[in-house]
């Protein structure tokens, strides 16, 4: 039973491509999130979505547009991809509980621009 | 802004605990998580603790939280192979929706 799972596991596109990363939950959590981990391994938040809401936009470039059909699905689309776009990009939901909001992670999508 | 340190490597002899640490900024940090990576793999949570507690233990995970220095550690004991992975501390604030602000990651290696 995946809780959060994300397609595809891997991508690898050509520099200027448009493509798009899809997350979803089946945990029934109403937040869900998108994070870059780069080859440093460094991690860092992009965007958070409650209740198909957007609440948390970091300095992202406007070529990132995540989408939300649901609060299930939070959905990536990256314009033009560039060589720095390179990553590991990281799902995550949450649902707050008794004042404590968990952060459940998906598997990761590894992009490689060439 | 917030900012989470921590070392980027530990090399630890099988069978021997492991301390991670990591010093965090924001003092309104409500709770601190502690992540772990395997290789080609998400983020598995393995615990967090509540910024008024100053200790949590689960199983072989002990976790200290010294508030004032803004310090928290994870200590596994008895190491095995299966520890080998990257460790991430994280904080959050409980501001609404939560966001997490990572460490860099430490890098735990086992060694025979």
């Known amino acids: 039973d995946t809780a959060v799972s994300q397609t595809p596991k891997y991508l690898v596109t050509q520099m200027g491509n448009d493509k798009s990363i899809k997350c979803e939950q089946n945990?029934?959590?109403?937040?869900m999130y998108w994070y870059k981990q780069d080859s440093k391994k460094f991690l860092k938040i992009m965007f958070s979505?409650?209740?198909?809401?957007?609440?948390i936009n970091e300095t992202v470039p406007n070529r990132f547009s995540p989408k939300s059909p649901d609060k299930a699905h939070l959905n990536l689309h990256i314009n033009s991809l560039e060589l720095g776009d390179s990553a590991v990009y990281f799902c995550?939901?949450?649902?707050?509980?008794?004042?404590?909001?968990?952060?459940?992670f998906g598997p990761g999508t590894r992009l490689l621009v060439l | 802004g917030e900012d989470v340190e921590q070392s980027l490597f530990l090399s630890v002899r099988e069978g021997d605990s492991s301390v991670i640490n990591c010093t965090y900024t924001?003092?309104?940090?409500?709770?601190l998580y502690w992540y772990k990576q395997e290789p080609g793999a998400g983020l598995q949570l393995l615990t967090y603790?509540?910024?008024?507690?100053d200790m949590k233990q689960d199983q072989r995970l002990t976790v200290l939280l010294n508030k004032k220095d803004k310090h928290l550690s994870l200590r596994i004991a008895d190491t095995q192979t299966g520890d080998s992975a990257i460790y991430f501390c994280?904080?959050?604030?409980?501001?609404?929706?939560?966001?997490?602000?990572f460490g860099t990651g430490t890098r735990l290696t086992i060694i025979p």
């Open positions: 945990l029934g959590h109403d937040t």
């Open positions: 603790i509540f910024s008024n507690m």
């Open positions: 979505y409650n209740n198909k809401e957007l609440i």
């Open positions: 924001d003092s309104s940090s409500t709770y």
């Open positions: 994280a904080e959050g604030s409980n501001f609404g929706n939560e966001k997490l602000t």
């Open positions: 995550a939901s949450s649902r707050r509980m008794l004042g404590q909001e968990t952060q459940y």
